[in-house]
Structure formats: structure tokens, C-alpha cells
């Protein structure tokens, strides 16, 4: 019999910074991943503060950015590589009333930091933006599929890591926690993803206040070749242009509500591709697509905790369209409330939805 402090479900970016969280703090785990196509792998990897569609702070960004950049540097250093890069974001202005707001937005509190209050000229031939760009400061990009690789590697290596589906139905709760299979802990933590929806456990979603608590959103990018555009910042209009390097560019997302397969679809491309065609002028060829679902919840707010007053089966969900600049703080305040019983906020403590 094996036995450790905590079993974790899911190695997306939930998974990673729980399971390093523990490490830094002394506990052992075993953590299990089925290798579905979850959401960090998909994921366009930005870390932005902003949002850039209405020139607004993103929730809580200044309390997620300052627990982010610091852990994501700590975990570079576990991985003796760099995790995250600085990057800069250029919002194509359509207009002189969005130049205008533009200015407005970033004389506002909070927003200073993060909009820089110069409008830049545009002197790439290959992008449409005869108003200029707006660039946003502060900004950060990661590669969370490479990540999420050499982070697997990693615990491999300290044999922390189990490579196969969890089956819930195996799991039994003894006097001291849990037991799987040949393996016994004091608490156990999903961090499934859209993969709750099949989690036994996850028992708000059919009581009668929670129900549809969790709704997903699917989101698909196209990945395509464009040498003539030669970016290094993101660029953002209708869609979001993430330079990779070697010329290739993921282009996105789409949101969707209703089709939850793992699918890509030529709807997602071809709406995609128009709206990519109105920022750039040069030639691209289509080289890839991808698609995953965002764990999205009702009220667009994390959902973590624990959903009985029992603290042995525990939640990190809820993670949405930034999952990977809410992650820590996320996994800070689980990890003080199991461990600390230091409460979690009301607005994103899973209770909210119990009754
Ligand atoms: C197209 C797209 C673009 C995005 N772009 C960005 C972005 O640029 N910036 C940003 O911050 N956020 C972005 N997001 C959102 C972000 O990806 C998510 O918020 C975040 O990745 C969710 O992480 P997670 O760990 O909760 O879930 P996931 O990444 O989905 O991980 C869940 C893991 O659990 C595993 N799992 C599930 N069930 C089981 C089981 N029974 N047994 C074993 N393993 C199991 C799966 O295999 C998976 O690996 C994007 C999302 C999408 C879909």
C-alpha cells in the first residue's frame, strides 16, 4: 500500500500548480492523468491582464498576475527552464473613437499599468490597422503543451505521476480519507476540467440550486503559416494572432456553447480564417487546428472547495477563459482552506452553489 497526503485528478494547469503548491509546502501526492485533450493544452497560453474588447481590467487581474508571475518563475527553476516569457500584446484600433477610448481607458486606475497611454503606428505592411495599435503592458505568454510535457517528465521522475484515466467508481472512503486501488490518502483533488461533468462526485450539478453549474465553452484555433508577416507581439482584433516562432501563428478563439465533442470544425475554421483575413494582408497557409472545452461555470467565477463540510474530496475547477493567470491564487486558497481551514472567497467557493 502506498501512502500520501494527496491524490490529485488532472494534469492541466489546475493539476500542475496544486501539485507543485503541495511540494512547496512539504506534502506528497500522487496525481493521475487520462491524457484527454483538456484546456491547457489547447490553450493559446496568453497571460493578459486586460480585456481588450471593451478595454476593462480583467477580474481580480492584479491580485492573479502578482501570485502568477512569481510561482510561474519559482516552477521555472524546478524545471531548470523558462516558463514564462514577456510578450507584448498590440490592439488594432478601428477608429478614431477607439483610439479615443483607448486613451481614456488607460488614464483609469488599475488599467494605467496595463494600457500604455501611446498610440503606436502601425509600420508592418502585412497588418490592417491604419488607426494604430494600442499595446498592452505586462503581458506574458507560456507554451502550456511543452509545459505540461516537461512538468509530466518531471514528477515521472520523482514518481509522482500515474498515466491513466481515474476511475471514480474504484475510489473508497476509509476512516483516515480515501483509498484507490493500492493507494491511500488523506485528500483527494479534482482538477478535471471539463471532465467533472462525469465525476460521480460532483454532486451540485443535480441538485436542484446547482443545476448547470458548470456550462463549458468550447474553443478552437486555427494554427497557420504566414512568413510574410513577421510579428513578434500577439496581435489582437476580431481574432487573436500568437506568434509560435518559425513563422507558424495560432489564431483565435472561437466560443461555443452547444457542440461539447473534441472535434475541430470547418465552421470554426472558416469564421477563423475571415476574420483573420480583415487584419492581415499577406498570404497564410492552414497547418493545424485544435479545439478543447473551457471549464466555464454559470457565473463566469472559479469554482473550488469543497462541496461537503467533510474536507477529503475537494475541487479546483472552474478555471474558464484564464485559466492559467487564475491557477495559483486558485490553488493557494484551496490549499489554505484544506490545510489552514483559512476560508476561501464567498465568489469563488464551490458552496455557493449547495444548499
Ligand atoms: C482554445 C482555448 C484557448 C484558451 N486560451 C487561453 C489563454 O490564452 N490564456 C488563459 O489563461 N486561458 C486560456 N484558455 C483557458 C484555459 O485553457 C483553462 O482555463 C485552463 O487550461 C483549465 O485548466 P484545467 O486544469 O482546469 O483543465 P484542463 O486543462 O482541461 O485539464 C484537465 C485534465 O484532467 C484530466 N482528466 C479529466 N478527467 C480525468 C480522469 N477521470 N482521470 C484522469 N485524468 C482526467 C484531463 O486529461 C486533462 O488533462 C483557453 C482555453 C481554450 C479551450
Known amino acids: 500500500m502506498k501512502k500520501v497526503d494527496y491524490i490529485i485528478v488532472g494534469l492541466g494547469i489546475g493539476g500542475l500548480v496544486f ?10 501526492f500522487l496525481l493521475f492523468d487520462g491524457a484527454v485533450q ?12 486586460t480585456v481588450l474588447k471593451r478595454f476593462t481590467a480583467a477580474w481580480n487581474s492584479v491580485e492573479f498576475i502578482s ?34 477610448n483607448w486613451m481614456v481607458a488607460s488614464d483609469k486606475e488599475v488599467l494605467s499599468r496595463f494600457l500604455s497611454p501611446e498610440i503606436l503606428k502601425n509600420n508592418n505592411t502585412a497588418i490592417d490597422a491604419p488607426f494604430g495599435l494600442g499595446a498592452v503592458q505586462e503581458a506574458k505568454t507560456m507554451k502550456p503543451f511543452a509545459l505540461l510535457q516537461r512538468y509530466q517528465a518531471f514528477l515521472k521522475q520523482q514518481h509522482q505521476f500515474v498515466q491513466e484515466t481515474f476511475e471514480h467508481e474504484l475510489l473508497e472512503l ?23 461533468a462525469h465525476n460521480p462526485y460532483f454532486t451540485i450539478d443535480v441538485s436542484p440550486k446547482g443545476k448547470n453549474v458548470f456550462v463549458g465553452n468550447k474553443g478552437e484555433y486555427i494554427i497557420v503559416k504566414a512568413p510574410a508577416l513577421q510579428s513578434e507581439a500577439i496581435i489582437k482584433g476580431p481574432v487573436m494572432i500568437i506568434p509560435l ?26 469564421s477563423i480564417s475571415d476574420k483573420l483575413k480583415k487584419m492581415i494582408s499577406c498570404d497564410f497557409e492552414l497547418v493545424d487546428q485544435v479545439a478543447a472545452i473551457r471549464p466555464t461555470v454559470k457565473d463566469r467565477k472559479p469554482l ?20 492559467l493567470t487564475m491557477a495559483p491564487q486558485l ?13 476561501i472567497p ?10
Do not use: W
Open 245 to 270: 516562432g518559425d513563422d507558424l501563428y495560432k489564431v483565435g478563439a472561437s466560443y461555443g456553447r452547444d457542440d461539447f465533442s473534441l472535434h475541430t470544425t470547418q465552421e470554426a475554421c472558416k
Open 67 to 100: 501570485k502568477a508571475v512569481p510561482f510561474y518563475s519559482s516552477l521555472a527553476k524546478d524545471l531548470g527552464q523558462d516558463v514564462l516569457r514577456p510578450t507584448a500584446i498590440h490592439r488594432i484600433l478601428s477608429s478614431v473613437e477607439e483610439q479615443n
Open 331 to 343: 490553488a493557494a486558497h484551496l490549499f489554505n482552506y484544506l490545510e489552514e481551514d483559512i476560508p
Open 346 to 355: 464567498e465568489i469563488m467557493d464551490i458552496k455557493r452553489f449547495v444548499h
Open 38 to 49: 483538456g484546456a491547457t493544452k489547447a490553450s493559446g497560453g496568453v497571460l493578459n491582464p
Open 174 to 196: 476509509t476512516a483516515e480519507g480515501v483509498q484507490y486501488k493500492d493507494i491511500v490518502a488523506t485528500k483527494i483533488v479534482f482538477a478535471e476540467g471539463a471532465g467533472v
Open 304 to 323: 473550488i472547495g469543497c462541496i461537503q463540510k467533510e474536507k477529503t474530496f475537494s475541487f479546483l475547477n472552474g478555471l474558464g477563459t484564464r485559466g
Open 19 to 28: 501539485s507543485k503548491t503541495l511540494r512547496d509546502k512539504g506534502k506528497t
